[in-house]
């Protein structure tokens, strides 16, 4: 890498003496050299911490964007390594300067950063400070940077050869694991209208990705609601909106699923594309006009009550698919002409079942839209499933 460190009996003594402005201009190479020089070698996590990434945080706020080019090249390098990535993703200072460097005008550094940030991305304590540091808008905001001009995306998935919609995709997967992290900030507009604008699209694993971040924004945070309801009408140039893509994704991934638990699309599992379309109908189903518009899909619904009683999905305590479903249901059962229309698909046998599992979201969101069905119910009726959901929560209670 540095060819004047290799020694040769031929090489002639340099001059004595250079002139300062050479010498000044070196500067920044030698000490990138001994930053290298440094890193190659240290021995484990402790001395990368105290040693490498303070010269590393250094060089990356170098004037001499060379420099930053190289620096940011070495902490792509040192991220790909499982002993050294640990330490890069504690550090909130070469977190907040990784970020900074994607924004550079220069593809080879914006390139090494993300594919940085991709990385540290991985790890919790890493998705937290590429929040704090303001890097999930920098993340969104780089999917409208047209990829031919840039490509400082690729490095989010090396094997894609499709860059256009793989390395948006790839892109989109990143800030899904960051967005476990942002699900309490109420700041996020921009970013909830973009990922919009991404469902969109309509392409199913884009839109599958997309609808899973909006899921996670959305949850238990009304203002990132109120967002994303006010724009759910935009429509694509087909007519679609962010609710009936959804529910499309939904509606074909899950006949695929129920055919084949582990196919996959695009490599993606196809329980993963139900997951994140009905986590997103979920928190848009508070909304009552998405409601309605869903509950006049008697084909969606049926679909939601399909899955919901699937032996694959019971059967294996599928926790997170089932309370999401449960909560869709919930949602759509709120109000009375809801109701009547839900139970026409017959889910209270699977309602009942869901109240004793272990699990206590599950039988919460059953005991819900139990409730919400029989408010229309004869009296001897509502007694007895008031005295059911009664014993099985008590039952949930003392298992924990």
Known sequence: MFPDLCGDASTHPPPPSRSSIVTSLSEPSQLLTTAVIELLSLQDETELTTKAIPELVKLLSDKDETVVMRAVHMVHMLSRERKSVNAIAS???????????????????????????????????????????????????MLG??????????????????????????????????????????????????????????????????????SNLTCNNIRNKQTLCTNRLETTARGESVVTLAMDVLGRAGVQLRQDPDALADGVAMRELVEGAVSALHQLGNDLQSAQLMLRDHPFIDMLVKLLSWEEVYANDDELLQRELLGLLYQLSKTPEGARQLDMYGPAPVLAEALHSKHKAISTYASGVLKNLQFDKPLIYREEIDTEIESAMNGVAGYY
């Open 145 to 214: 940077i047209p990829v031919d001009a840039v490509r400082a995306l690729n490095v989010l998935g090396d094997f894609i050869h499709n860059v256009d919609d793989r390395t948006q995709f790839a892109v989109l997967c990143a800030v899904r694991n960051l967005s476990d992290a942002a699900t309490n900030e109420d700041s996020l507009g921009p970013l909830i209208i973009s990922l919009i604008e991404v469902v969109a699209a309509g392409e199913e694993s884009t839109t599958a990705c997309a609808a899973g971040v909006l």
């Open 91 to 141: 550090n909130p200072t070469l977190v907040d300067a990784l970020c900074t460097a994607t924004r550079y005008e220069n593809d080879a550094i914006r390139r090494d950063a993300l594919g940085a940030l991709s990385h540290i991305s991985e790890r919790a304590e890493g998705r937290m400070h590429i929040f704090r540091s303001g890097g999930i808008p920098e993340l969104v905001r």
